[in-house]
């Protein structure tokens, strides 16, 4: 069988799976729409918040983003894990007692405000739309690749499954299929790592293999920093030797870490365990389940960097591998030669490898296309220079050197020659990875939408049959919004997932765990430091990703600071301007500070 | 099953006003000595008037922080301090083919993590079962001393 008739097989099977779930799991109330009844058990909730948590950007971007920065990648892993642990330590018990359904519900009643309310209703809104839009166009893309079909018509079908899911049953339902999709994820994940860590290393533990040596001899890492050395690239393994140094990796691993303890829809996943003795154990199965594909990544990456090099380096034309011809026709792999009929792949100046995603580019007032820019190249070849031109140069400089980084973890298994099943089962992986974290943010927009503005600010009397009525609808529309952002992707979407870190980082972290830990902390002073953290992170990332501003040294360090990064200061600053008004300002009233006692006791 | 938040409503914090002498005194005493309210005596909870199971729920509180401050210094000293700040010096050393400081960045703190975690919900599970142990001893003794 075929690539593609295993991926019908493969990707068929799991969307029945998917919908089988939500129908046995539909719900009558907002109880089980928005926390599923409370009922799921801590194992299970740990592996549904690791599907929710392991974005399309975990799944496929990660190995390739380590791929190709080494020992820098390494803030993605530690970033994203170690907020697990202020998550659990924090965060989760706490909130898991107060027992509501979202987190602007907690801001809104330990600040007894409906100002905070807002604010933290309008972060999570944001902060969720910016995700989703990723995963839709994840979705798009694997389609695209796998079953050739159109991007588009892949995330509306996409976007039904979810629909039928969410919609039906809430977050019952997308418990119980996120649960599913872990193992999709999860087996779709190891299986190529093993088989290839056992083919290039003999040891079946791709963790194992990333320290050992090559079957043909030699350390796999430090034949990689040899190779890198030679070619002109920054070390695999030392550490700041490339274009980041320590302020910058320490800043972006925190505000990764704070990030992720922030992010609405990881927080509300534990409000569905039933007690608060189940939050933490099941942030502990929570990391568990999401470090056996983060430990598993390093290894994906370090393995796919030395076949990708070792595969392409030198080659000609003739000589290249099949997985090389697949994936350049997506343009997301292009080797413009020098002339000399020989691939070379390096970190300098006579680099030939590019890539190419949008569809077509304007140059000199000419909308040029793929095929365009490649046929025109190959005249200048042909030519000696006299026609077509020489795009080497535009490439480097509009940064689009080396392949994307997204092809890595998809074009993996082919790379190592891995039987098309496993290459299939890829592409199940990549969906239920883009899907599973879809609906878990689709549910926090509905109950940002539905139940902080529909029934505690707009219609406190609500029915419990209309809540669920316009929670339900929410969905709907947001789904639909979410598919269009990713049909029409916004230029900006890579970007924005450091803006929603960054803001999660100087908004939602502060605030609650102030709230928790800090019972002085009344309503002025978390509003002034929510809102002096957002506004800081915001501008500092607009400014430097869109309006051209020089990142800030602050005075202090070498380099100026990375947009990534910068929701670590901000986050310092919203905990300094609260800490510094607090003294001065009224202190929380009788009633929220028994809240707080109440929070604070597992008891009751 | 859902736990109710009974301080959110109204009703339940108008049947409070009984205590409240009691509560006005902690508050002085919080505001005099200006302390971050993690030392800081919470104030007297009006439904539980009874002094010992302040103590106890004081006691509980503050080996709470306790775990959670080991746990995160740890947590600091694994992920920002091998990972980060200290990975160039520990590249010196190796783990078979691991340079260290890229283990701990790329592998170590991850593990460590995890087990952080499970320390803790062992930890605080169990110091759970003895506060409710505690807790109802007390709330049993409290109801005999009640004339």
């Known amino acids: 069988m075929t690539v593609t008739a295993w991926t019908f097989v493969f990707v068929g099977l799991s969307f029945g799976l998917y919908l089988l779930i939500a129908w046995l799991s539909r719900v009558r109330d907002t109880q089980g729409f928005y926390v599923a009844g409370r009922g799921v058990p801590a194992a299970a909730n740990g592996m549904a918040t690791a599907a929710d948590w392991m974005s399309a950007a975990s799944f496929i971007s990660m190995a390739g983003l380590i791929s190709f920065m080494g020992y820098a990648g390494g803030m993605y892993l530690m970033g994203w894990t170690g907020g697990y642990v202020l998550l659990a330590l924090l965060l989760a018990p706490y909130l898991r007692k107060f027992g509501h359904f979202t987190v602007p519900d907690f801001i809104g009643d330990r600040y007894a405000s409906n100002t905070a309310r807002l604010v933290a209703v309008v972060s999570a809104l944001f902060v969720s739309f910016t995700y989703v839009a990723g995963q839709m166009r994840g979705v798009g893309v694997v389609f695209s690749r796998f079953l050739e079909v159109d991007i588009n018509v892949g995330v509306a079908i996409g976007m039904a499954i979810v629909f039928i899911y969410a919609t039906l049953g809430g977050m019952k339902g997308i418990t119980w299929t996120q649960v599913a999709q872990y193992w999709v994820l999860i087996t779709a994940f190891l299986i190529p790592a093993i088989a290839i860590s056992i083919r290039l290393t003999g040891h079946a533990f791709p963790q194992i293999g990333l320290g050992s040596e090559l079957i043909e001899g030699g350390y796999l890492l430090d034949k990689l920093d040899k190779i890198h050395a030679d070619l002109g690239f920054s070390s695999y393994t030392a550490a700041f030797d490339g274009p980041w140094d320590m302020a910058n990796v320490f800043l972006v691993t925190l505000a990764l870490m704070a990030g992720t303890a922030g992010l609405p829809h990881v927080i509300v996943r534990f409000y569905t365990v039933k007690t608060v003795r189940a939050a933490r154990t099941s942030a502990f199965w929570a990391l568990f389940f999401i470090a056996l594909l983060y430990l598993t990544a390093p290894a994906t990456g370090a393995f796919a960097r030395y076949y990708m090099i070792d595969s392409l380096q030198g080659r000609t034309a003739a000589q290249l591998p099949d997985w090389f011809r697949s994936w350049e026709k997506t343009g997301l792999i292009l080797w413009l030669d020098d002339g000399d009929r020989r691939l070379r792949y390096s970190g300098g100046a006579d680099n030939e490898i590019f890539s190419f995603k949008a569809g077509r580019v304007v140059v000199e007032g000419e909308s040029m296309s793929l095929a365009q820019i490649t046929r025109s190249h190959q005249a200048w070849i042909a030519s000696g220079g006299s026609e077509g031109r020489d795009w080497r140069p535009l490439f480097r400089e509009a940064g689009l050197t080396g392949p994307d980084r997204d092809i890595i973890v998809l074009a993996t298994p082919e790379m190592a020659e891995l039987f098309a099943w496993i290459v299939a089962l890829v592409a199940a992986g990549g969906l239920a990875a883009a899907l599973s974290t879809a609906s878990g943010l689709l549910l926090v927009i509905s109950s940002a939408v539905a139940h902080d503005l529909y029934a505690r600010v707009i219609n406190p009397a609500a029915s419990e049959k209309q809540r669920l009525l316009v929670g339900r609808s929410v969905i709907g529309v947001a789904v639909v919004v979410a598919g269009l952002f990713g049909i029409f992707p916004p230029g900006f979407v890579s970007q924005v997932v450091a803006f929603a870190f960054g803001l999660a980082a100087a908004s939602f972290f502060p605030a609650i765990v102030l709230g928790i830990f800090h019972k002085r902390v009344g309503t002025a002073p978390a509003v002034a430091g929510m809102i002096v953290g957002l506004a800081f992170t915001s501008f500092y990332i607009v400014a430097s990703v869109y309006g051209g501003m020089a990142p800030w040294t602050f005075g202090l360090f070498e380099r100026g600071i990375s947009p990534q990064g910068i929701g670590a200061i901000g986050m310092a600053l919203n905990f300094l301007v609260t800490l510094g008004l607090t003294p001065f300002c009224r202190e929380p009233s009788d009633e929220v500070k028994n809240l707080v006692d109440s929070v604070r006791e597992p008891e009751g | ?147």
């Open chain 2, 1 to 147: 099953m859902r736990t109710p938040s009974p301080f959110t409503s109204p009703q339940v914090a108008g049947n409070m006003g009984a205590f409240a002498p009691i509560l006005q005194l902690d508050q002085g005493e919080n505001m005099s000595r200006q302390l971050p309210s993690e030392d800081a005596p919470g104030p007297a909870r009006p439904a539980r008037p009874n002094p010992a199971l302040q103590e106890s729920l004081k006691r509980y509180w503050r080996t709470n922080l306790k775990i959670m401050m080991v746990l995160l210094a740890v947590w600091a000293v694994a992920g920002l301090g091998c990972g980060v700040l200290f990975a160039d010096a520990l590249n010196a050393y190796s783990l078979g083919g691991y340079p260290l400081g890229f283990w701990f960045a790329q592998q170590g703190a991850i593990v460590v993590f995890v087990l952080l975690i499970l320390v803790y919900s062992l930890l605080l599970n169990r110091l759970d079962a003895r506060h409710h142990a505690e807790m109802e001893r007390l709330k049993q003794g409290g109801g005999e001393e009640q004339p």
